[in-house]
């Protein structure tokens, strides 16, 4: 056995002409490097084309659907005796939404066309009343002339000393008595007179008259209004009060009628995306509930103050503890067509104003 000599295993190992050379030099990845730089590059191009398509527009998904809303109430009180629409129904302007107890209205109108009847038989009798025609001021004038005539008699036997004092006193004060007579029977025909005047409010008819005539218009116009109409064309909404037997207080809102015809979008914009803004400018509008919805409007206004300003509770920045916070404006969109999809009062929207125009 041959012994075993180090400097042998140290020499160079010589391949043999059928062994594969192996390659001792690391491979470079110029794949992964490639992929390293593309990306950031990707990501940088892709910025820049969504900051160039951002010049121009301004975008906030800030928005909702408005409509304008009527509270619909009563303006006489009663029990509902009928309902004619129901939840969700479509109604036009002027068309009967629910009727209530007419009877007790009818009832006033029947008691003042009494006091109709009692006014002009009051003024008949006092056209006809003595007081009126004369016939009392008459009679005190023949009373005024018999005690005159019958003072003379006893001024003349008093004078002769033929009567006594006492009848003399009594001739005197029944002159005084018949005179006050007159007076008094001046005094009805002027009253009777007053009563049957006309004043400048409502010439050539009775005070009384036209008192118990306007009550009674007043009692026509409360049964007319126990019939309650749309005043204007929407869809019902917030109808759960709206049931037969009801008892309604006057001017108690129990349905809102919902106008299609006057929609429009409100969207809530960054205080600092109003520089280039105004009223005007054409807008797309796209809607969560509806995606593949676009419609086009144009800015009607831009609000007089932010969200903040008309809430319940205003912020106070008076404080120590103040913190500046980006305020919202509301801006007004007017919507240009009419959409073929139905458009729901508080729907989410996306707005984009074109600032280029």
């Known amino acids: 056995m041959a012994d075993y000599t180090p400097e042998l295993e140290a020499e160079e190992h010589v391949p043999l002409p059928d062994e594969p050379r192996l390659d001792t030099k690391p491979k470079r990845h110029w794949g992964r490097l490639a992929l390293m730089l ?208 009801q008892q309604l207080l006057p001017n108690l809102p129990v349905l809102t009628l919902v106008e299609d015809a006057s929609t429009w979008v409100e969207a809530n914009f960054k205080e600092t995306d109003l520089a280039e803004m105004a009223v005007g400018q054409r807008a797309e509008v796209r809607f969560d509930a509806y995606p593949d919805l676009v419609l086009t409007g144009h800015v009607a206004s831009i609000g007089a103050g932010t969200g903040s300003e008309f809430s319940v509770i205003p912020a106070q920045n008076a404080s120590g503890n103040w913190v500046k916070v980006t305020q919202r404006v509301p801006v007004r969109i007017a919507l240009d067509e009419r959409s073929d999809r139905t458009l729901i009062a508080g729907l989410s929207a996306h707005v984009t104003v074109l600032t280029a125009d």
């Open 38 to 245: 593309a990306v950031p590059l990707a990501l940088l191009a892709g910025g820049i084309v969504y900051w160039q398509g951002l010049e121009g527009k301004v975008t906030t998904d800030n928005a909702y659907v408005k409509q304008d809303m009527v509270a619909v109430s009563a303006e006489v009180g009663g029990r509902i005796v009928e309902v004619m629409v129901g939840e969700g129904d479509q109604v036009m302007a002027g068309q009967v939404l629910f009727r209530l107890d007419p009877e007790s209205y009818r009832l006033q109108i029947q008691q003042a066309d009494a006091a109709i009847a009692g006014a002009q038989a009051q003024v008949t009798a006092l056209e006809g009343s003595s007081a009126l025609t004369g016939v009392d001021i008459a009679a005190a004038r023949e009373d005024i002339a018999f005690a005159q005539s019958r003072f003379q008699r006893q001024q003349e036997l008093w004078d002769r000393g033929f009567t006594t004092r006492a009848d003399y006193d009594a001739a005197q004060h029944a002159v005084a008595q018949a005179r006050e007579a007159l007076h008094q029977a001046e005094a009805r025909q002027a009253e009777a007179r007053a009563r049957l005047a006309t004043g400048s409010a409502v010439p050539g008819e009775n005070p009384q008259v036209a008192a118990a005539e306007a009550q009674r218009a007043g009692a026509a116009l409360a049964l007319r209004r126990t019939e309650v109409h749309a005043p204007a064309a929407g869809r019902v909404a917030q109808a759960d009060r709206l049931q037969v037997g």
